[in-house]
């Protein structure tokens, strides 16, 4: 299965812009999708972005559009989101997953493969 290594978070003010990067390797060739996910203490994880990597399809979830924007280097094999005008409220820890196309791709169930996250801290 694959295997998934974030980097890119930080802190920075509101309305700033950071890129998280995700490294994928290891997965079986077919249909996979890769998702962004976020969660903050206490509060429950919810699905950011995902995308199809056989068509470039995204998604995004509602709080989101229109701000974030999710990518995929086939290339490089790197899954990108690029997070704009963030709320203090975003702050969170972001996780990069992946799984075999199916279902509802911004549902954190049925996702088998995780990063370790990194932390992503927006100040008022």
């Known amino acids: 299965q694959a295997q998934m290594t974030e980097s890119g978070g930080g802190s920075v003010q509101a309305g700033g812009s950071l890129r998280l990067s995700c490294v994928v390797s290891?997965?079986?060739?077919?249909?996979?999708?890769m998702g962004w996910f976020r969660q903050a203490p206490g509060k429950e994880r919810e699905g950011v972005a995902a995308?199809?990597?056989?068509?470039?399809?995204?998604f995004y979830a509602n709080s989101v559009a229109g701000r974030f924007t999710i990518a995929h280097d086939k290339v490089k094999n790197i899954a990108y989101l690029q997070m704009n005008r963030l709320k203090p409220e975003e702050t969170a820890m972001y996780y990069c997953?992946?799984?075999?196309?199916?279902?509802?791709?911004?549902?954190?169930?049925?996702?088998?493969?995780w990063g370790q996250g990194t932390q992503v801290t927006v100040s008022s």
């Open positions: 997953a992946a799984r075999f196309c199916g279902g509802l791709i911004l549902r954190a169930e049925g996702y088998t493969n």
């Open positions: 290891g997965y079986s060739r077919g249909d996979y999708c």
């Open positions: 995308i199809r990597a056989a068509s470039n399809g995204p």
